[in-house]
């Protein structure tokens, strides 16, 4: 049982290019969620996804996109990266009957 | 929609005392969550608090809720170093609210 996993660990990108952060759950948990965390800011949620086929806004969703085309997958992606969305992402992933979030064990993205 | 405050942000403390890291929100919430980081890692989930009254202890840390005051504490009894971690709070929206995280550092 892995839990949460997320794909890659490390990234560098250069400004302008693209890329896609994957996240795997194995837990058949509904709710899937992306935040990113920046020294002194705690963790901000981007978009978050309540079940295969959906997906939502959540507090900074500008410059990503995300898909949910199956249950156990969360994509996010960066079409045009900027250095401002350097930055740890992770992912987490919850059951319908709590709230508690299990978190993947990040993503660190730096943009040049 | 929800908020959650908590303060400190920044506290050090010597090993062997106590102290209380409190966590309030914003709107009625009958539960609240208590998360552990350490350097470079990933949140691990502490507490799970759902009622009002709950208390919960593992080791030195005890949490408690109370929904009436929309107050959660994280209590640390005789601090030791390997306490040392970002501890967050966060209450529950249609999503979890995260507060900004207090950083505890526990000094010899």
């Known amino acids: 049982n892995a839990g949460v996993t997320q794909t890659p660990k490390f990234r560098v990108l250069k400004t302008g290019q693209s890329m896609t952060l994957l996240c795997a759950q194995d837990?058949?948990?509904?709710?899937m969620y992306w935040y990113r965390q920046d020294p002194g800011m705690g963790l901000r949620l981007i978009h978050y996804?309540?079940?295969?086929?959906?997906?939502a806004k959540g507090e900074v969703p500008d410059g990503y996109n995300v898909s949910r085309l199956k249950k156990q997958n969360f994509l996010l992606g960066l079409e045009s990266a900027a250095p401002s969305q350097t930055s740890v992402y992770f992912c987490?992933?919850?059951?319908?009957?709590?709230?508690?979030?299990?978190f993947g064990p990040g993503t660190r993205l730096t943009v040049t | 929609e929800l908020k959650v405050e908590q303060n400190p942000l920044f506290l050090s403390m010597q090993e062997g005392k106590n102290y209380t890291i409190y966590c309030n929100y914003s709107?009625?919430?009958?539960?609240l969550y208590w998360y552990r980081q350490d350097p470079g890692k990933s949140l691990e989930s502490l507490f799970v608090?759902?009622?009002?009254?709950a208390v919960k202890q593992e080791g030195r840390l005890m949490a408690s809720l109370d929904t009436k005051a929309r107050l959660s504490t994280l209590h640390i009894t005789a601090a030791v170093h390997d306490l040392s971690a970002t501890y967050f709070c966060?209450?529950?929206?249609?999503?979890?609210?995260f507060g900004t995280g207090t950083l505890l550092a526990v000094q010899p």
């Open positions: 987490a992933s919850r059951a319908d009957s709590t709230y508690e979030q299990y």
């Open positions: 709107t009625t919430s009958d539960r």
């Open positions: 608090l759902l009622s009002n009254g």
């Open positions: 996804s309540v079940g295969e086929g959906t997906t």
């Open positions: 837990m058949n948990h509904e709710y």
């Open positions: 966060a209450g529950p929206s249609n999503k979890l609210i």
